[in-house]
């Protein structure tokens, strides 16, 4: 994993000075008479992510400029200076801003993301430039924050040749070995004997058996439970997918990704709660035993399924697992899935849809995901969609036709297999399609710190 940490408090550091474009005459002027002339004939403006370096007599590195633009350009972005980080020479910078709270939390965090590489297959060049904990900030919570990240990143990163099942299995037991959790696995027929028959007919076809994984951390405080949809790779199954449609498709795991990075910073920070993760792991490929169309499976809760897309496969192995975290106790029940098409077509990439009936719940995450930078939006389950889902052969379609509300109807499959618990769904896309400040292009966590400053509020902790 990446290591994504602040520089040590004691060592040597230079200034970075965080301007923005109204305050650049008043940095001018408390500014040596050099550097001050210097940032003048540069043409040095204090745009958004503008950086000018500042030298001393004897040339060596004294410090360096970051425009921070205007209220208007930084609301069209976030994570500024993890932008100016990238163009900064190797060094140790330290923070010399006006920025304080939730504004100065969002710019040390994105300047730890801007130290993520995966070089798992390649070496990567590493940037240099670290930066000491601002003051105010709380350094060891972004930092679990981070780590929990770059866990995220790197299993959506791997491709399904090293991130199949068995290795998603393997992922999770090195989570728990690292915070003393426990975790365990039903695997390959076992999921018959033991009543998960969808995830077991999505996976069956694949190399590498199907499994429902399971982590337990805590002994005291409110319940809370994750379920991340864990598809290592999705074919389409007998529907299969075009080639266009197939070439993401690594990244199908990203909700049990972002469940685990989410698992981390919990366990890291040591939050007063009683944790459980579920993560059906299955590869939906193409053989003799693949699930077929018009089939109808039988879940884990009774309800009879009519198969009408094997390539909507996700809200299957997902009910099995929410059926079975319903069967105890929690005080909040969230999944997390890389689940339709028609999410990104809504929103786009960058914001994950979630949906609740928990209105107080809903009120928490969308404030929290303003003030840390990881933008949600609510969706509804709009009841009036319900009899889209109703096939009249079984109890429920996995795959409506018509091709409207394609994320709200996924929503309400869903929750048809949750009854006890108050639930909320994320319907994420976990890739960053262009490379952004603090989000290279690859595989990112979406929901997950939103969900977690959030917590204190949902559950009382």
Same mark, same amino acid.
């Given at each position: 994993?990446?290591?994504?940490?602040?520089?040590?408090?004691?060592?040597?550091?230079?200034?970075?000075?965080?301007?923005?474009?109204?305050?650049?005459?008043?940095?001018?002027?408390?500014?040596?008479?050099?550097?001050?002339?210097?940032?003048?004939?540069?043409?040095?403006?204090?745009?958004?992510?503008?950086?000018?370096?500042?030298?001393?007599?004897?040339?060596?590195?004294?410090?360096?400029?970051?425009?921070?633009?205007?209220?208007?350009?930084?609301?069209?972005?976030?994570?500024?200076?993890?932008?100016?980080?990238?163009?900064?020479?190797?060094?140790?910078?330290?923070?010399?801003?006006?920025?304080?709270?939730?504004?100065?939390?969002?710019?040390?965090?994105?300047?730890?993301?801007?130290?993520?590489?995966?070089?798992?297959?390649?070496?990567?060049?590493?940037?240099?430039?670290?930066?000491?904990?601002?003051?105010?900030?709380?350094?060891?919570?972004?930092?679990?924050?981070?780590?929990?990240?770059?866990?995220?990143?790197?299993?959506?990163?791997?491709?399904?040749?090293?991130?199949?099942?068995?290795?998603?299995?393997?992922?999770?037991?090195?989570?728990?070995?690292?915070?003393?959790?426990?975790?365990?696995?039903?695997?390959?027929?076992?999921?018959?004997? &033991?009543?998960?028959?969808?995830?077991?007919?999505?996976? &069956?076809?694949?190399?590498?058996?199907?499994?429902?994984?399971?982590?337990?951390?805590?002994?005291?405080?409110?319940?809370?439970?994750?379920?991340?949809?864990?598809?290592?790779?999705?074919?389409?199954?007998?529907?299969?997918?075009?080639?266009?449609?197939?070439?993401?498709?690594?990244?199908?795991?990203?909700?049990?990704?972002?469940?685990?990075?989410?698992?981390?910073?919990?366990?890291?920070?040591?939050?007063?709660? &009683?944790?459980?993760?579920?993560?059906?792991?299955?590869?939906?490929?193409?053989?003799?035993?693949?699930?077929?169309?018009?089939?109808?499976?039988?879940?884990?809760?009774?309800?009879?399924?009519?198969?009408?897309?094997?390539?909507?496969?996700?809200?299957?192995?997902?009910?099995?697992?929410?059926?079975?975290?319903?069967?105890?106790?929690?005080?909040?029940?969230?999944?997390?899935?890389?689940?339709?098409?028609?999410?990104?077509?809504?929103?786009?990439?960058?914001?994950?849809?979630?949906?609740?009936?928990?209105?107080?719940?809903?009120?928490?995450?969308?404030?929290?995901?303003?003030?840390?930078?990881?933008?949600?939006?609510?969706?509804?389950?709009?009841?009036?969609?319900?009899?889209?889902?109703?096939?009249?052969?079984?109890?429920?379609?996995?795959?409506?036709?018509?091709?409207?509300?394609?994320?709200?109807?996924?929503?309400?499959?869903?929750?048809?297999?949750?009854?006890?618990?108050?639930?909320?769904?994320?319907?994420?896309?976990?890739?960053?399609?262009?490379?952004?400040?603090?989000?290279?292009?690859?595989?990112?966590?979406?929901?997950?710190?939103?969900?977690?400053?959030?917590?204190?509020?949902?559950?009382?902790?």
């Amino acid at each position: 994993m990446t290591s994504l940490t602040f520089a040590p408090a004691d060592a040597l550091s230079v200034p970075l000075h965080v301007v923005e474009e109204g305050a650049l005459d008043a940095l001018v002027t408390r500014l040596p008479a050099p550097q001050a002339a210097w940032l003048r004939s540069t043409g040095f403006a204090a745009r958004l992510g503008e950086v000018q370096l500042l030298a001393g007599a004897d040339g060596a590195l004294e410090g360096a400029v970051a425009g921070y633009g205007s209220a208007k350009t930084r609301a069209r972005g976030r994570f500024h200076l993890a932008g100016a980080a990238a163009k900064l020479p190797a060094a140790i910078y330290h923070l010399e801003t006006a920025l304080t709270g939730a504004a100065l939390e969002e710019e040390a965090l994105g300047w730890l993301f801007s130290l993520y590489r995966f070089d798992r297959y390649k070496a990567q060049e590493n940037g240099g430039a670290l930066l000491k904990a601002p003051a105010g900030v709380n350094a060891a919570r972004l930092e679990a924050i981070a780590a929990g990240e770059a866990l995220t990143r790197d299993l959506i990163n791997t491709p399904a040749s090293d991130m199949g099942p068995e290795a998603l299995e393997d992922a999770l037991f090195a989570l728990a070995a690292r915070h003393g959790a426990e975790a365990s696995a039903i695997r390959g027929d076992d999921l018959l004997k &033991r009543n998960f028959p969808m995830i077991h007919a999505v996976g &069956r076809a694949a190399a590498s058996a199907p499994r429902l994984l399971e982590m337990r951390w805590g002994n005291a405080g409110p319940r809370l439970t994750l379920v991340g949809k864990g598809v290592c790779f999705d074919t389409g199954g007998l529907n299969l997918k075009p080639a266009a449609s197939m070439g993401l498709m690594k990244k199908d795991m990203g909700g049990a990704a972002t469940v685990m990075g989410l698992a981390h910073m919990i366990m890291a920070l040591n939050l007063p709660l &009683r944790l459980r993760v579920l993560v059906p792991a299955v590869e939906n490929s193409v053989s003799g035993a693949s699930f077929r169309p018009q089939d109808i499976l039988t879940s884990r809760k009774g309800l009879t399924v009519e198969i009408n897309n094997t390539d909507a496969e996700g809200r299957l192995v997902l009910a099995d697992a929410l059926a079975l975290a319903d069967e105890e106790e929690s005080d909040l029940l969230v999944s997390m899935a890389t689940l339709t098409g028609a999410a990104r077509v809504a929103v786009g990439p960058d914001l994950a849809p979630f949906y609740t009936d928990a209105e107080a719940a809903a009120q928490a995450l969308s404030a929290a995901a303003g003030q840390v930078a990881d933008p949600v939006w609510r969706l509804p389950f709009h009841e009036p969609y319900e009899k889209m889902i109703e096939p009249g052969i079984a109890d429920l379609d996995n795959a409506p036709s018509g091709g409207f509300a394609g994320s709200i109807t996924a929503a309400l499959f869903l929750r048809r297999f949750v009854e006890r618990a108050p639930y909320m769904h994320f319907d994420i896309y976990g890739w960053q399609p262009n490379a952004a400040p603090a989000r290279p292009k690859g595989g990112v966590g979406q929901g997950a710190r939103a969900l977690l400053q959030a917590l204190p509020q949902i559950l009382d902790l």
